[in-house]
């Protein structure tokens, strides 16, 4: 039910962005926005990876340089079928992760300086563990598409309204142009692709952190570790693009008002308080 309903808001996503189409432009209007849409996926799918590692300018991390690390996950990746995901540092003080790559044969996990300085070894399993399970439930793909999508949706509701500004357009007698309604749609387009975006990011952050409880066995590490993250979060900034942000397992602007009014991610309360359920569970079956 959860991939189903991934696909459905994206599918929704896709659809928002052809009706703007179909209204602007017609029946040509709708297959040139459908077009873009594909576009958005495909380059989504084969570069959000490198995208995101640019982006956050993050850099390759050796197993030299952090071997302790590297042992945490290839332990993990046994216990979760996944095969190693090249590993990254990103430069940044706030203690962070996030995880890229269109499938498991193509993923990357990022940790930040502040994580390997600010976490024990079980919190930092935690996080890895979360972070391999947006990998295994292949949400990394998701959240990049969706991003892509939303932004092109409010990039193309806003060139709509210029246009209505300035004058560039008129009502077709062809019937291929509804000013009202593309108005409207321009006005109300925008909202509705991020409230979109939130319930995919929020919904595969919850996925998640219960995935990465089954991974690691325990759910304690990464219920101490959000509650250290979101605190770090306030009292640390990070200079990242807010396009990026989603990726986090902490919403890294957390710190700014506006960002947390339309946060990508879900409150850290109700995560945590459904991770202690979890490992109340986890300790019934092991004892």
């Excluded at 972070?131 to 892509?148: C, F, M, P, Q, Y």
């Excluded at 759910?219 to 009292?235: N, P």
Aim: some cysteine; glycine content about 8%; aromatic content about 8%.
């Amino acid at each position: 039910m959860y991939r189903v309903r991934m696909v459905m808001l994206m599918a929704f996503l896709t659809a928002i962005l052809v009706l703007i189409g179909r209204l602007v432009g017609g029946t040509s209007g709708a297959l040139i926005f459908f077009l873009i849409a594909l576009g958005i996926n495909f380059l989504s799918y084969y570069y959000s990876d490198r995208i995101a590692i640019a982006m956050t300018g993050s850099r390759p991390l050796s197993p030299s340089e952090a071997p302790e690390l590297y042992a945490i996950i290839e332990r993990l990746c046994r216990r979760a079928g996944l095969p190693m995901p090249r590993v990254y540092l990103t430069p940044s003080p706030q203690p962070n992760a996030f995880a890229t790559g269109r499938n498991p044969q193509h993923a990357a996990v990022a940790v930040t300086e502040g994580l390997l300085h600010y976490l024990n070894e079980a919190e930092i399993e935690g996080v890895l563990a979360h972070e391999l399970a947006h990998i295994k439930n292949r949400d990394t793909l998701i959240a990049t598409i969706a991003a892509a999508l939303a932004g092109a949706i409010t990039f193309i509701a806003d060139v709509v309204r210029w246009g209505f500004i300035f004058g560039g357009y008129r009502d077709s007698e062809e019937g291929g142009y509804h000013p009202i309604a593309a108005l409207v749609l321009a006005l109300v387009a925008p909202f509705a692709a991020l409230i979109i975006q939130l319930a995919i990011s929020r919904a595969a952050e919850f996925q998640a952190d219960a995935t990465g409880a089954h991974i690691a066995g325990r759910a304690d590490g990464l219920i101490s570790a959000l509650l250290k993250l979101e605190k770090a979060s306030q009292q640390i900034p990070m200079h990242v693009n807010p396009a990026t942000s989603h990726l986090f397992i902490v919403n890294p602007l957390s710190g700014e008002a506006l960002a947390s009014l339309f946060s990508t991610h879900p409150p850290i309360a109700e995560r945590v308080k459904r991770l202690q359920a979890i490992q109340r569970n986890l300790h019934k079956i092991g004892r």
